[in-house]
């Protein structure tokens, strides 16, 4: 499987665990990018959500933020999440 295949693929995992648990936002703009690697966009833009104040970076996925979620279940999707990110931002970088 290539870099971009890969990306791709993890930007779409991104968009489901964002979407079962509520939070729209970044799950929109996780499947609008899924969208354009698979057309041959370019990987910049997916990076360039990391950094900076209000950055995907920032996201915590916790019931006080209004997510569909409860309180035992914060750390296990949180872990989920930051192993996405992590993969997303190194597959980011391969394309």
Known sequence: MDAATSLEQSLRELNA???SV???YWA?????????IAAGGDA???R???GGMGS?????????????ITDDQVAAVNRQL???RQ?????????
């Not at 703009?29 to 354009?36: D, G, K, L, S």
């Not at 995907?56 to 569909?68: E, T």
């Not at 993969?87 to 394309?95: G, K, L, N, P, T």
């Open 28 to 36: 929109q703009w996780a499947a609008r990018a899924a969208a354009r």
């Open 44 to 46: 910049g833009d997916v």
């Open 17 to 19: 665990l964002l979407t």
């Open 87 to 95: 993969r997303i931002y190194a597959e980011s970088q391969a394309v």
């Open 56 to 68: 995907f970076s920032d996201l915590v996925i916790h019931p006080a933020n209004g997510h569909a």
């Open 82 to 84: 930051d192993e996405l």
């Open 22 to 24: 509520g939070e729209t």
């Open 48 to 50: 360039g959500v990391f």
